[in-house]
């Protein structure tokens, strides 16, 4: 069991450094020179050199890569190209407020898919289960952003419960919720309605199974057998999903966080993007993609504390 | 057997099941009676499992069962003390009426073990489960169910209880299903091919803990099954279904001895493979009346159509082409002798091991030895039966020797060539040379190429009417119409798939032939047609066989020489008649005795 | 363990026209699929050679206007034609579905047939890296592709297919794995077929069916993608009309004129809708598991 750990997390260490070359890779070779990109073709050689030292895209690759990639994770990510004042704190305060955006755009998309998707397997055959795959399929249907957009037009506009964008730090209590409110919800219907569908396959294939059979022969009713031996073993498949849909989350949360003008990384990541800040954009993806490696870890790591099948035989 | 109403305990009446507008029970009636052991035999299609199921009233969504069942429970179908006897409409009755019977008054054990337990639940909690769905009231459970895992001779109950399912083995984990449906005392015991994916020595230990169970606890038994073998084992009557209906019933010494219908004479003939006096051929459907001189009814099978077009040269099934070979075992110490040594062999091999796995980049690694030091000669014209339990190595060997994997060392030689480490493109007449007929009759075709196609899949560069022509005088062959070669496989039963692929093993003229588990997934009806078929084709084509299998029976028909296979080596080996009638080394006496008699005598 | 099995499957053999009959599942899903996306295809055939006004004409009078006569859907914030715009904005998305599934299956299938059919230490490796590519989102590919180069459609294209790759890999794989694993596929080895053969007459055909469903998925995932992609402005870039961008026009008038983003969203759910159904249906009919042995 430890061992299994130790061992994912070897995996994960070296995913994480193959990702950052390709990162580096993507941003920090394929552009090109960026300080003859920011001086123009017109500026002398000598002053492009010159920036190129001060920039320290001057020294060899492997140099520069190890550099970066250690600040990186020593808190030090370089100097933006665009407004020159370091990168990490601008980073780590956009992170936190991903992270609790995604949090909860999670909370949300489990709460929805978790009965939906019960329920339109359970009732599959009948109109109320047809009823919610349908809505299910409807909502993978619509584009996170549009989601957002439609509630910031009931929720904001036409009812004027909520804002319709901006950020409050959890510190302001009822404030942060309010602001947390349509984005989570923009973010976790969409996810949850992909989550449902999940969850409806997982919950059918498990009716299927024969131990289902064996928990009814034992003189369980269907419902009883269903909760005590079906959710837990449809749930084995569902949490495998849930890692790549926190992948979709994050990216979800890029365009949400444009929708509705919250200060994380994802708008940051579209302001840099404007600016061509490449360094600025190096960071925030290096960040994104360890966020979802992270979320794949987790997963591999509670598997098997809800799989025996996964545990290691010593 | 008593008649008194009174006694009885399930009445099946008038029972239909039917999927939409197909019946596939129609209108069955029988009793079973208190105390009684009844074995509901039958081959796929004859309804058998959805009788049982509908019993249980678990048939799976989409099928419907109309008639009656009536269950006469002395009571105690609430959870309690006893109370009146009680008449159940088993089909008609709501959901808590059936969720207090089953599991309780009526319990069932079904056929795949691997499946049938939750994986993600303690084996005791599962087995405490069904004991306190029943009994709410029971305390510490315990000292309940270490005592249930022990009366089915699971070792170390109190730790057993604490595993998960996965870490048994197939035969316990069927054992594990026995205790619980045990658990409560149950009157009625259903029992769905229990031993079926089992291994002939664990399912004999297996249907002795069960006939063992039902005497102890009084209980009744309606035990489905394929295998006549194993009913004899087990029962006292038995009902044989054929189509959806009953075709004969009565106490199993009668049945088995004095068959009335020509269906049931055919089965006996063909789970005893027994042969015809005159011809040597196996006993099939159609000629098993010939042989007992006595028969109506003609057969209707596709089967059977395929049967009388096929060409029937009578010959005797065994002639073996050489002198006997010697019969040796494995000795306890020292090395591994060379079985069945003969002179310029079709098949030598020597010291062959296989082995699994490696070790792991963070020694997560295991090694499984599958084979270890086998060597032995297949002499041209040969007949060399593999018998074998489940990871005994006999499927590895057979990969080995048709090059499919390659050994972790040892020597493989083909007509004198040496086989292992060749690459493929100098193995071209080896391709040609040795072919495969494999166990599984859905697997071994691709569903979505043709018959021909398939069958002149192994002609490399062939034309088009060259590989035409081939494939109609395959098909004649084989006892199929020319009109197959245009199908698709789906368009087949088991019995003409598997014809299907015997002709694509014999489109090259090969001199050698494996056959790996070749009638094991056959209905015994049709396995003998197969085996019939397959004799006539070594005849024919002077093949050298290899015939891998599970079942010492089959082989013992099919061979002149067998091979007895546990843990990776031989461990005996000799003329099939020796090794059946006197075998040598204690595995293979344990292998002969398992195996399921229909009759007293019987080969 | 498998193999040695022979008895378990005689129970299950059952006669072949059972099978034939489930064959058949998923068709008013496959309708009412293919007609959704029928509808998308039809307004990009239209609008190549006739919409109702130019599509990119501003009109600073009509700004907002209802619907009428002149125009159908009312005019957006810079009095351009509503209609026209969602007619011509279709053929964006649909041309970035298909290079994407291209893109993606292009680079997808060799890679995850390949996987399979290598030893298994190799396979391993190729699937690792496969995950590796698997922890960036097409998405986000997308925008920094756009940020290298330009914002454009090919560029969306290629980053949007290199995200659809290894989710298509895992597929073929496991798709490849099941076909190799069936008796078939060990007979056409010992008749002496090689790999390529193997691939092309056995895996190929018989993982046909679940690479239609990935397809049918991926056309609506680079849909939803690109919409994205357009609203944040790293999309297909101007005058081409496009219904993200639309959107995102629409959002600065949401409070007067909701309708600016209600047909372009609808425009986008009805096309993803369409695949997605498409889709489940076939999926459905081919059965994911490829039943054959049951």
Not at chain 1, 175 to 200: C, E, S, W
Not at chain 2, 544 to 556: A, E, G, K, Q, R
């Amino acid at each position: 069991m430890l061992l299994n750990a130790l061992r994912r997390l070897g995996i994960f260490a070296l995913t994480v450094v193959v990702a950052s070359v390709v990162v580096f890779f993507l941003l920090g070779i394929l552009p090109g020179d960026p300080a003859r990109a920011q001086l123009g073709l017109q500026a002398s050689e000598e002053d492009v050199q010159a920036l190129r030292e001060q920039l320290g895209v001057d020294r060899a690759l492997p140099v520069r890569y190890l550099e970066w990639i250690t600040g990186f994770f020593t808190g030090d990510m370089g100097i933006s190209y665009a407004s020159r004042s370091p990168v990490a704190p601008q980073v780590l305060d956009a992170l936190q407020v991903t992270l609790l955006l995604v949090l909860g755009g999670i909370g949300v998309a489990i709460l929805i898919a978790l009965p939906l998707g019960i329920l339109a397997a359970v009732r599959h055959h009948r109109p109320d289960g047809t009823l919610f795959s349908t809505i299910s399929q409807l909502g993978i249907s619509i584009p996170n952003f549009l989601a957002g957009l439609l509630l910031i037009a009931v929720f904001a506009v036409t009812l004027g419960w909520l804002p319709s964008g901006g950020w409050a730090p959890p510190e302001a209590g009822v404030d942060f919720l309010r602001h947390l409110a349509l984005p989570a919800l923009a973010l976790g219907l969409v996810n949850g309605a992909i989550l449902a569908r999940y969850t409806r396959a997982a919950v059918l294939e498990v009716m299927r199974e024969d131990f289902m059979r064996t928990a009814r022969a034992k003189g369980l009713k269907p419902g009883a057998a269903l909760m005590r031996h079906g959710l837990r073993n449809a749930l084995v498949p569902v949490v495998t999903v849930t890692s790549i849909e926190f992948a979709n989350l994050i990216i979800g949360a890029v365009v949400i966080e444009t929708v509705f003008v919250i200060p994380g990384l994802g708008s940051t990541l579209i302001r840099a993007v404007a600016n061509r800040d490449l360094v600025m954009i190096q960071s925030i993806v290096m960040c994104v993609v360890i966020l979802v490696l992270l979320a794949n870890l987790l997963v591999d790591l509670v598997r098997p504390l809800i799989d025996p099948r996964l545990r290691n035989a010593s | 057997m008593s008649t008194d109403p009174a006694e009885r305990l399930l009445s099946v009446e008038n029972l239909t099941v039917s999927a939409g507008s197909d019946q596939l029970v129609q209108g069955i009636s029988f009793d079973l009676f208190r105390g009684e052991r009844v074995g509901l035999i039958g081959e796929s299609g004859s309804g058998k499992s959805l009788t049982c199921l509908s019993v249980i009233g678990l048939l799976d969504e989409g099928l419907h069962a109309e008639g009656s069942i009536t269950f006469h429970t002395s009571g105690a179908a609430e959870p309690g003390p006893e109370t009146e006897p009680q008449h159940v409409d088993l089909l008609n009755a709501d959901e808590n009426q059936l969720s207090a019977i089953r599991g309780n008054r009526l319990s069932m054990v079904f056929q795949e073990p691997m499946t049938a337990l939750n994986p993600l639940m303690k084996v005791g909690d599962q087995l405490a489960e069904v004991i306190r769905l029943h009994h709410p009231k029971t305390k510490d459970l315990r000292p309940r169910v270490a005592e249930l895992l022990a009366s089915v001779q699971i070792p170390d109950p109190q730790r057993t209880a604490t595993v998960y399912p996965h870490q048994m083995s197939g035969g316990q984990r069927q054992r594990v299903m026995l205790a619980m449906a045990m658990a409560n005392g149950p009157e009625l015991l259903l029992a769905d091919e229990p031993t079926t994916a089992l291994d002939v020595t664990v399912q004999k230990r297996v249907l002795n803990l069960m006939a063992q169970q039902v005497e102890s606890v009084g209980s009744s038994l309606l035990f489905i099954t394929h295998d006549l073998g194993v009913v004899s084992e087990v029962c006292d009557r038995v009902i044989i279904m054929r189509h959806g209906r009953i075709v004969e019933s009565g106490p199993i010494d009668r049945v088995f001895t004095a068959p009335e219908h020509p269906y049931t004479r055919s089965l006996l003939a063909a789970s005893d493979l027994e042969t015809h006096p005159a011809t040597g051929r196996l006993l099939t459907l159609e000629t098993a009346d010939d042989a007992h001189a006595a028969s109506d009814t003609p057969p209707d099978t596709l089967e059977s159509r395929a049967e009388s077009v096929s060409p029937a040269p009578a010959s005797p099934a065994h002639e073996p082409p050489q002198a006997a070979a010697e019969h040796l075992t494995l000795p306890a110490e020292g090395g591994t002798p060379v079985f069945n040594a003969v002179h310029s062999p079709a098949l030598r091999v020597r010291d062959l091991t296989r082995t699994y796995g490696k070790p792991g980049l963070f020694g997560r690694g295991m090694v499984v030895p599958a084979l270890r030091g086998v060597s032995f000669d297949v002499a041209v014209g040969q007949r060399f039966g593999i018998v074998g339990e489940s990871g005994c190595g006999k499927s590895t060997l057979l990969r080995l020797l048709t090059k499919l994997d390659e050994p972790t060392s040892g020597q493989v030689e083909v007509n004198g060539e040496p086989i292992p480490g060749r690459p493929e493109r100098q193995l071209r007449w080896l391709r040609e040379a040795m072919q495969i007929v494999f166990q599984d009759p859905m697997g071994s075709l691709d569903p979505r190429m043709s018959v021909t196609d398939i069958i002149a899949e192994p002609l490399h560069g062939a034309s088009r009417s060259q590989r035409g022509a081939r494939v109609n005088e395959l098909l004649d062959q084989v006892g199929l119409p020319r009109s197959s070669a245009e199908k698709y496989p789906h368009e087949f039963s088991g019995g003409q798939r598997q014809r299907i692929a015997i002709a694509r093993a014999l489109v090259t003229r090969p001199k050698i032939l494996v056959a790996d588990e070749a009638v094991s997934a056959l209905d015994v009806s049709v396995r003998a047609q197969v085996l019939n078929l397959l004799d006539d084709l070594v005849e024919e084509y002077n093949l050298t066989l290899v015939f891998v299998s599970h079942d010492l029976n089959v082989v013992h028909h099919s061979c002149d020489v067998v091979a007895v296979m546990s843990a990776g080596r031989i461990v005996e080996c000799g003329p099939a008649e020796t090794v059946m009638r006197t075998p040598a080394h204690p595995y293979t006496a344990e292998l002969v005795a398992a195996i399921p008699r229909v009759r007293e005598g019987a080969p | 363990m498998t193999t040695d099995r022979a008895q378990t499957t005689a129970a299950q053999s059952e006669p072949p026209a059972a099978r034939s009959s489930r064959r058949r599942g998923g068709t008013p899903l496959i309708i009412t699929g293919s007609a959704l996306v029928a509808v998308v295809l039809l307004m990009a055939a239209v609008s190549l050679v006739w919409t109702p006004q130019d599509p990119t004409a501003t009109d600073a009078v009509n700004r907002l206007a209802s619907p009428s006569a002149e125009h159908w859907l009312g005019t957006d914030g810079l009095g351009r034609d509503i209609a026209s715009m969602l007619l011509a904005g279709s053929r964006v998305p649909l041309m970035v579905g298909l290079g994407t599934v291209t893109v993606g299956f292009l680079i997808g299938v060799p890679i995850g047939i390949t996987a399979a059919m290598t030893d298994r230490g190799a396979g391993m490796w190729i699937m690792r890296g496969n995950d590796i590519l698997q922890a960036f989102p097409a998405l986000l590919l997308a925008i920094v592709l756009a940020a290298v180069f330009s914002p454009s459609t090919l560029t969306a294209i290629i980053a949007l297919g290199l995200g659809l790759a290894p989710g298509v890999a895992r597929v073929a794989r496991s798709g490849t794995l099941q076909v190799l694993s069936r008796e078939y596929s060990l007979a056409a080895r010992a008749a002496g077929r090689g790999p390529l053969y193997l691939a092309v007459r056995h895996v190929l055909p018989n993982i046909r069916g679940i690479l239609i469903v990935q397809a049918s998925v991926g056309f609506a995932i680079a849909i939803l993608a690109e919409a994205a992609l357009s609203y944040l402005g790293l999309g297909t870039p101007p005058p081409a009309a496009s219904w993200g961008r639309m959107l995102q026009d629409g959002q600065s008038v949401l409070q007067i004129a909701p309708l600016t983003v209600l047909w372009p969203g609808a425009a986008v759910a009805t096309a993803v809708l369409g695949f997605n159904l498409l889709g489940d249906g076939l999926r459905d009919r081919f059965d994911p598991r490829m039943e054959v042995s049951r």
